[in-house]
């Protein structure tokens, strides 16, 4: 130890423009992995979450991007209308969120609202840490039982109600907490698989049609924006189309799952393979520099690497300190990565962001552990790779008296 | 008297891209222990690489090498490492010392990777009185004068007591008065504690100062 010590204190560190050279370097490969790593393990996570709905005969509404938008035409009366259709031809999954209301809680976040229907309750399957299954057939005007993310259960542990003034249904509710979602539950965009919402902060009451019936158009209209149809055919949410037209004024396209899965690998999939390949790229391009810095350095500090191996230094001790050396540098990288990955985390508790709070050490989930890992990984080959080069090139020199000459 | 070092080098090549070259081609020497050679030669006959031989720097030779009585060829690196910081030391050039180190730092160099604690603060006193070397001890190599810096190498190679100083080019480039009072102080080692010295040297007048001189010729 006193050897290793030795050697970064007075022979390192004495070049710090290689060192600190060397830490640029690994920082830049060490944020491109990181970065690509937890976008690409992101993505595989909306990929297995969204399977729910992948499923044959589910189609999902989805706006059409050209779709005329005339909100004068947009009525009460129309949205019923086309609940109506709904209810009376089709099965369908209904879900829409963030509706925020401000309740009390120790973080003082702002609570995120989701509604959904039975048929999204069945597909989803929730996991919960506490409490039981939702109830879709309550009273109405009594309590409705809710399901609350991990962040307000001490607060709102199960069986306690929370009061709230509510702007769906425009007056007070009482809400009772049937059960508590699992840590960090969360929701993956249907188009762009790597864009998540957690459930922390949330609290997701179940409706029937009789909430639908009362509730305010902002729920009901946004609600059929992603309403999948279960059980049906492409003609008949082809008629479902048809009568959205007519009463919203609104084109609506129903793709499968599957057609969205296909969406995202023409436009984001080509984007992730370009984020690898600049990736794989750039790590090349970083490890021949700090291979090209390495040699510098060993040009460099040739003259005392002789006379300590002169004086007693072992060739495999050499190596070891080698090792050591890219190992402190190697974790210094790793702990800035992870400062600035923990600080982005906290900074959605700072802003009070409930849709991106996350729980974890220093707020890190598991994609984030497993990309740090990944970086870890690539980290060692790259510390193999530059020591034995400068192994290498201290051999092929090679040390000898010469040297000192 | 005992016999210190038995080497028998059958040829040390050098390879590059487009050249072969073969040294030190049947080359044989024994040397006593409290023995002092001289090895001259003109350059590219050998010398360097002969005491990076003898001092276990350089195991990429044919031949074999027998010191202190054991066969080093198949010794592991790091019981060689071990010998050259416990049974060798070297004296050379001016310059061979770690600029970033103080005087004091370079010399205590050896004791980093001694084995046990051999440190002894007497000891290292002693070697610096006898060399002169107190009021430099705080100051780095580039703050000091030539013959400063090689008296400095001369106590790093000394300061553990070896059975057998290497010297190469000792006083290469240092003026008379510094050049002689390395030479005496490698002789008053050899005769001290019956050290056994083999300098490499282009000086003909300190090298007939030794017991023998052994002329290097280079590969034809």
């Known amino acids: 130890m006193k050897i290793f010590k030795f050697f970064v204190t007075q022979i390192f560190l004495r070049k710090a423009i290689l060192g600190i050279g060397m830490i640029l370097l690994l920082c830049m490969a060490n944020y491109i992995t990181f970065t690509a790593a937890r976008s690409i393990l992101s993505t595989f996570q909306g990929y297995q979450e969204t399977n729910y709905i992948n499923q044959e005969g589910v189609y999902i509404a989805n706006l059409d991007p050209d779709s005329p938008m005339d909100m ?22 209904f879900y829409t969120d963030g509706f925020i209301v401000s309740i009390p809680n120790p973080d003082g976040m702002e609570i995120s609202l989701g509604y959904m229907n039975e048929g999204y309750y069945n597909l989803k399957q929730f996991e919960l840490s506490q409490g039981t ?18 962040g307000l259960s001490k607060t709102y542990p199960v069986g306690s109600t929370i009061k709230m003034e509510e702007s769906v249904l425009g007056r007070p509710i009482t809400l009772k907490v049937q059960g508590v979602l699992k840590q960090n539950a969360y929701r993956s965009n249907y188009y762009a698989l790597n864009s998540k919402t957690y459930y922390n902060f949330s609290i997701l009451v179940p409706v029937n049609e009789e909430f639908l019936n009362h509730a305010a158009i902002d729920l009901t209209l946004n609600g059929l924006m992603d309403v999948a149809i279960l059980g049906t055919t492409k003609e008949e949410t082809a008629d479902l189309g048809k009568v959205i037209n007519d009463n919203l004024g609104l084109e609506f396209n129903f793709l499968s799952q599957q057609d969205n899965y296909d969406y995202f690998k023409e436009y984001y999939l080509h ?9 794989f ?49 190697s974790f210094l990288n790793l702990t800035a990565v ?20 996350t729980y974890g050490l220093f707020g890190l989930i598991g994609m984030d552990w497993l990309a740090f890992l990944l970086v870890a990984a690539s980290d060692i080959l790259m510390g193999v790779i530059v020591v034995e080069s400068m192994l290498w090139k201290i051999k092929k020199i090679p040390i000898s008296l010469g040297v000192l000459q | 008297m005992t016999r210190i070092i038995d080497l028998r080098v059958k040829e040390k090549i050098y390879k590059s ?24 030669g003109e350059s590219g006959a050998g010398k360097s690489s002969l005491l990076n031989i003898i001092g276990l720097i350089d195991r990429n030779y044919h031949g074999e090498y027998a010191l202190l009585g054991s066969l080093t060829n198949d010794l592991h690196a790091s019981k060689l490492a071990q010998w050259r910081n416990q049974k060798i030391g ?17 010399i205590k160099l050896p004791f980093l990777y001694a084995e046990k604690k051999t440190f002894q603060p007497e000891d290292f006193e002693s070697v610096i009185s006898a060399i002169g070397l107190k009021p430099i001890l705080k100051k780095k190599p580039l703050e000091c004068s030539g013959g400063e810096k090689a008296r400095a190498v001369f106590a790093r190679g000394i300061i553990m007591k070896p059975q057998i100083i290497l010297a190469d080019e000792p006083t290469a480039s240092l003026d008379m008065e510094n050049r002689e009072r390395i030479v005496s102080l490698l002789f008053k080692m050899n005769k001290e504690f019956n050290t056994t010295v083999i300098t490499v040297t282009h000086d003909l007048e300190i090298a007939n ?11 034809k």
């Open chain 1, 72 to 93: 004068g035409f947009i009525s009460e009366s129309g949205t019923q209308a086309v609940y109506d259709y709904l209810n009376s031809n089709f099965d369908y999954a």
């Open chain 1, 133 to 150: 299954d939702l109830d879709f057939n309550y009273q109405f005007d009594r309590e409705i039982p809710v399901l609350i993310g991990k």
């Open chain 1, 271 to 279: 984007a992730l393979k370009m984020i690898c390949i600049i990736t």
């Open chain 1, 281 to 329: 790229v750039l790590l090349i391009v970083i490890t021949c520099l700090s291979i090209w810095n390495a040699f510098v350095s060993v040009r460099s500090m040739l003259k005392d690497f002789t006379i300590n191996l002169l004086v007693g230094l072992s060739d495999s001790k050499l190596k070891q300190i080698f090792y050591g050396y890219f190992g402190i540098l």
């Open chain 1, 338 to 357: 992870f400062i600035i990955t923990a600080f982005n985390r906290y900074g959605c508790w700072l802003r009070k962001d409930a849709t991106f709070a």
């Open chain 2, 17 to 40: 891209k487009k050249t072969r070259l073969s040294i030190l081609n049947d080359f044989s020497l024994q040397v006593a222990a409290g023995e002092k050679i001289a090895i001259v």
């Open chain 2, 90 to 106: 070297f004296v050379l050039q001016e310059s061979a010392l770690i600029n970033s180190l103080t005087i004091e730092d370079n």
């Open chain 2, 209 to 219: 100062r030794h017991d023998r001189v052994i002329q290097l010729e280079r590969s």
